[in-house]
């Protein structure tokens, strides 16, 4: 499987950006797909996931109200819609896939709980 993250960019605070994860690979759809982003500094932290049994999905609280994850399985993708961002926001994003036999609910948050990772694309909230 490999994902293929892209969309990043320089945005001001308050404005809106649109990341996106291509992904190759059998069954994308039966996959769990998340955002994870990573701060210099800090740890890699959980954003939002789209898990596909019951085709849920999941924010971090930090992010919710403001950002939006979807789904497209027909194109094998994943997208996540960033409005009101704030400079706290700022990071390297990174799309992860949890793929088959999948982790348990709770695991989600933590990212050695993912088998693929994409590339990562830098966001900076900046006046």
């Known amino acids: 499987v490999q994902l293929q993250a892209s969309g990043g960019g320089l945005v001001q605070p308050g404005g809106s950006l649109r990341l996106s994860c291509a992904a190759s690979?059998?069954?994308?759809?039966?996959?769990?797909m998340a955002w994870f982003r990573q701060a210099p500094g800090k740890e890699r932290e959980f954003v939002a996931s789209h898990r596909w049994s019951g085709s849920r999905t999941y924010y971090s609280d930090s992010v919710k109200g403001r950002f939006t994850l979807s789904r497209d399985n027909a194109k094998n993708s994943v997208a996540l819609q960033m409005n009101n961002l704030k400079p706290e926001d700022t990071a390297v994003y990174y799309c992860?896939?949890?793929?088959?036999?999948?982790?348990?609910?709770?695991?989600?948050?933590?990212?050695?709980?993912?088998?693929?990772w994409g590339q990562g694309t830098q966001v900076t909230v900046s006046s």
């Open positions: 992860a896939a949890d793929t088959p036999p999948l982790m348990i609910l709770s695991g989600q948050y933590d990212p050695k709980g993912y088998d693929y």
């Open positions: 690979g059998p069954n994308f759809r039966n996959y769990n």
